[in-house]
């Protein structure tokens, strides 16, 4: 990056981006930091292989728990959240076509947009389910409180679906903050046509959430 | 410094992530389109749609038509969809379609790794009493969390019966279900009459003991003592808006209700007060059948398991006026 050449002083600075010396081509580079994050997006589906192999393992020991837990889910706020989830990822999708077009604009609305689900998804996630659930007592473990369970294993239930949930709405926090990061150096110029490497690979990790929530929402609503 | 060759535009240009196609060299990376990320998007969605759909047509047909399908139809049908559609967002928005095939194995071989690792869990759950009859089922009976401190060696959801039980014993608590059951008395009152009217005051009546029978203002608002003449002013106050709003006929059936109400008398009501048949009640509400329970306190069954419908409406009335604080439980 020390040997820009000068008549590139006045060109943007995704114009300017060179990639790093150690490779032989900008392709090259990206293709290497799309392979490194899809092995640690391996990593982040084996995270949540472990919660879904404890679902299917309490699933298996305690049926009866299971289907009392998810008939006390309302199906159409997993279903609103899976629509909001599913159009982020679209809006995302559509940021890094338009970052490739060079319609910078209309990349940086996209990515607003995206971020505007994603505080959608954690707002109904928040105010329609663990609040109101939370405070009735369908809580995880030993927390659980709620007098007309009938069946003894419902407190694993809660346990499954809150740390299932809850390790996905970390994931949604942490891919808005990326998002937020390459939103805000997008308007520094940082993204256009020959470089947007980061803008694809925030989009794989936004991309995953939603994968988590497209198993996550029937196993939890609509499987009982 | 060889990589700083001049962007010159038919011809090779290392800085371009994807400008190699036009000499065929680096054909990886192309650009998908909005028509296909659209496409994609509304297919999704349709999917998202068929699988609901599917959940609650059994649903149905089991309310409808009394057949309970095989536990299985509902999984594999759900699982499938959620496949197709990871498939779909993983070929498309994620690109692996057009991408270098070498992150394709890699997930490839994530998922034949999960695989590995919910078959053997399967092959050891499923196959415990092939050999030994008496190893079928949890090898220690267990999950209930009996071992917790706050459960006291029982299950934990016992524990939490017992908790609300003693609840429902306190006196203020105790006055709040009587008046339930007054407003209940007067609701089942006005339906005998069957005039608009009575149905427009029963409505008001049935909303003060639908909020009183709520798990979320029994535990988490705290209730106060008086509830009989509270609920009682609430209701002339009601009366007073329907007749601002030239609807006295309403409000003179609601005033008459909340006279009633008003004239309970605490003590008498207290010695036939039962503490099992209002957890009944309150399950039964709980579980989603509103007003169908009948009035004072008469147990309804707590056996039917339908979906609930207060989910919604019960959610919206966290931001609405009646909210208060939630106070961390208790």
């Not at chain 2, 650009?31 to 969605?45: A, S, Y």
């Not at chain 2, 690792?117 to 030994?132: E, H, M, V």
């Not at chain 2, 909303?207 to 029994?218: F, G, N, Q, V, W």
Request: hydrophobic residues 45%.
């Amino acid at each position: 990056m020390s040997s820009i050449p000068s008549q590139n002083a006045s060109k943007p600075l995704w114009a300017r981006y060179t990639h790093a010396s150690h490779f032989r081509t900008a392709a090259e580079e990206f293709d290497a930091c799309k392979l490194g994050f899809w092995l640690f997006l391996t990593t982040e589906v084996l995270l949540f292989g472990g919660i879904f192999c404890a679902y299917f393992i309490f699933r298996t020991l305690y049926p009866g728990a299971w289907k009392e837990g998810s008939q006390l889910l309302d199906w159409r706020f997993g279903g609103l959240n899976t629509a909001v989830l599913l159009i982020s990822s679209y809006t995302m999708a559509a940021s890094i076509y338009c970052f490739q077009k060079g319609y910078t604009r209309r990349a940086q609305w996209n990515l607003i947009i995206t971020l505007i689900c994603g505080a959608a998804f954690l707002f109904i996630k928040l105010a329609y389910e663990y609040i109101p659930k939370w405070s009735v007592g369908k809580r995880p473990g030993a927390l659980f409180d709620y007098p007309f369970a009938a069946d003894p294993h419902l407190p694993l239930w809660w346990s499954v679906y809150y740390s299932g949930t809850a390790i996905h709405a970390a994931h949604v926090i942490i891919g808005m903050v990326l998002i937020a990061r390459v939103l805000y150096r997008s308007y520094k110029g940082h993204y256009g046509p020959t470089h947007y490497t980061m803008v694809e690979i925030t989009g794989l990790y936004w991309h995953l959430v939603d994968l988590i929530w497209i198993f996550l929402f029937p196993l939890l609503y609509l499987i009982h | 410094m060889a990589h700083h060759a001049p962007a010159a535009s038919d011809h090779f240009d290392e800085t371009d992530p994807h400008g190699h196609s036009k000499h065929g060299q680096h054909e990886s990376h192309v650009i998908v389109g909005p028509f296909i990320l659209r496409t994609i998007l509304v297919v999704l969605l349709l999917f998202t749609a068929l699988t609901v759909g599917i959940a609650q047509l059994e649903i149905a047909i089991q309310n409808w038509f009394g057949i309970y399908l095989p536990w299985w139809v509902n999984v594999v049908g759900a699982m499938s969809i959620a496949t197709i559609k990871s498939i779909l967002v993983m070929a498309y928005f994620m690109q692996l379609k057009y991408d270098n095939p070498i992150n394709t194995v890699a997930m490839l071989f994530c998922f034949f790794a999960l695989g590995l690792f919910l078959l053997f869990t399967g092959l050891d759950l499923f196959t415990r009493d092939k050999i030994y009859d008496y190893k079928a089922g949890p090898v220690v009976a267990g999950g209930t969390g009996a071992g917790v401190v706050s459960a006291g060696g029982k299950p934990i959801v016992e524990a939490s019966k017992d908790r609300f039980l003693v609840k429902l014993a306190e006196p203020d608590v105790r006055e709040a279900m009587i008046t339930v059951n007054a407003l209940r008395h007067e609701v089942h009152e006005l339906g005998k009459l069957g005039t608009d009217a009575a149905r427009q005051a029963a409505a008001v009546i049935s909303a003060r003991a639908d909020y009183l029978s709520d798990l979320k203002t029994i535990i988490v608002k705290q209730i106060e003592p008086g509830e009989l003449a509270r609920s009682a002013k609430h209701l002339r106050d009601r009366a007073a808006e329907l007749r601002a709003g030239a609807a006295s006929p309403a409000a003179d059936l609601l005033e008459k209700a909340a006279q009633h109400v008003a004239g309970v008398n605490l003590a008498e009501a207290a010695a036939s007060y039962s503490i099992d048949a209002t957890f009944a009640t309150l399950a039964s509400f709980a579980h989603g059948d509103h007003g169908q329970h009948a009035h004072s306190g008469e147990a309804a069954s707590t056996s039917d398991r339908s979906r609930p419908r207060a989910g919604l409406t019960d959610a919206l009335e966290v931001f609405g006026p009646a909210a208060a604080k939630p106070q961390g439980g208790h």
